[in-house]
């Protein structure tokens, strides 16, 4: 490339406001969103799942997940008598499809949807070397594309499994609570495609929100609480075998 | 003042520091972005530009300004809880523009089973049929109408 002296000093002043624009990043779009009043979780039902897969589905639509990748994903579970330490899970495809049904003895069984737990002392975050990761002020568990190195200790750190590096992009990947949905006002798409109510969207902080109730009158559990991640997706029904 | 005396090299070697440190800062204050710790450590304008991710799902509010005639159906029957695009899909091309983006007619023959074929790992209050037994292939839509499923609400709409 040929550039005279006269053009690089034309050029300068131009470059430097373009990497002005990239330092600032695009402005707040929801201007009447406050972050500090709200802490979202999910509340999970796993005795009104059916497995129809509508939320895998509805997500993988909304926040254009790869095939074969996903950011929340339903499990059945195959209790036979009181084995807990010999149960059998699957998920094909995600449980996207639904689930074929099966044979022979059953024993119990029972379909658990995950995602993202939205830990508050999140695994993940604490780990990330260049802040990509973080703990929004509202309580979600976010990954700034734009600065992942696509490094994956965030991977290998969530007990979970719920993180992926994206093929495309090479960057962390994760359910993101429909941050862009919920600052709007609107439910997730996983929520909102769920025809049982099996999910449903939880803020921490308002009074009105229903799950304050609903945490209230029913037996509740996160899921490996031992590790002390401070989860706020709530499992209602949850058995004693899931992992 | 002996002690003093050749110290030239110590004077260069520490305003090489100094101008060391001062370009570090220097370019420490031109690389970091500005919302960079704005609400910890991380990238503050992240939280906006997630939030700019466009939507597929419209929401069922939505739906209900332009259909309230199927809405008020829907109320009535036992599916009265299942959002639109649970069934249609993502909609929220054809809540913008409504005329031009119409959205797919379903097969029951397809969609009803996703929920309703009988599985044992499915909760037992839950209705479900197995579907070959149930209707020898006739489509759903046949007796149930989805919005209003109960078979005595046909005809009604």
Redesign the interface.
């Known amino acids: 490339m040929n550039v005279s002296r006269r053009k690089l000093l034309v050029l300068l002043p131009a470059a430097a406001v373009a990497w002005e624009h ?9 201007p009447n ?1 406050k ?1 500090t009043e709200h802490w979202w979780g999910m509340l999970l039902d796993i ?8 939320c895998v589905r ?1 997500c993988q ?3 254009h997940v790869p095939d074969g990748y996903f950011r929340t994903w339903v499990e ?1 579970y ?1 209790v036979r008598d009181w084995g807990f330490e010999h149960i059998s899970v699957d998920s094909p495809e995600g449980g996207k499809n ?2 074929p ?2 044979t022979g003895e ?1 024993g119990k ?3 658990v949807p995950k995602m993202c737990n939205q830990c508050a002392d999140s695994p993940c975050t604490q780990v990330c070397p260049v ?7 509202d309580g979600v568990v ?1 990954v ?1 594309k ?2 992942c190195l696509g490094c994956r200790y965030c991977i290998q750190a969530c007990p979970y499994g719920c993180r992926f590096l994206n093929p495309d992009t090479n960057t962390a990947e994760k359910c ?1 609570l429909c ?3 919920i ?2 006002g ?2 997730t ?1 996983c929520c ?6 099996a999910r449903q969207l939880a803020d921490l902080k308002n009074p009105a929100d229903p799950v304050h109730e609903f945490l209230k009158t029913h037996s509740v559990q996160v899921l490996k609480p031992h590790l002390a991640t401070g989860a706020k997706a709530f499992y209602n029904g949850l058995d004693g075998s899931v992992r | 003042m002996s002690a003093f005396k050749d110290t030239g090299h110590l004077v260069r070697l520490a305003m090489a520091f100094v101008v060391g440190t001062l370009l570090f800062f220097v370019a420490r204050g031109f690389l970091v972005p500005k919302s960079f710790g704005q609400y910890g450590h991380y990238r503050g304008a992240a939280l906006g530009e997630i939030a700019a991710q466009p939507i597929s799902y419209g929401g069922h509010e939505v739906c209900e300004t332009c259909h309230s005639d199927i809405l008020d159906v829907k109320k009535a029957g036992r599916h009265a809880h299942v959002a639109c695009e649970s069934c249609h899909g993502p909609q929220a091309k054809h809540t913008e523009d409504p005329g031009s983006v119409v959205p797919a007619k379903l097969d029951t023959a397809v969609l009803c089973v996703r929920c309703h074929e009988a599985n044992h790992s499915k909760p037992m209050d839950f209705p479900q049929v197995h579907s070959a037994e149930h209707s020898s292939g006739l489509k759903c839509d046949t007796c149930h109408q989805p919005h209003t499923p109960r078979i005595e609400a046909k005809g009604k709409k």
């Open positions: 990239v330092l600032a990043g695009t402005p707040e779009n929801s969103y972050e005795t009104k799942c059916i497995g129809c897969g509508s509805a639509l909304e926040n059945r195959v639904g689930f049904a099966v059953m069984s029972f379909f802040g990509a990761t973080f703990v929004s002020p976010l700034d734009k600065y993101s941050y862009h949905r600052t709007k609107l439910t798409a909102e495609s769920c025809p049982t109510g």
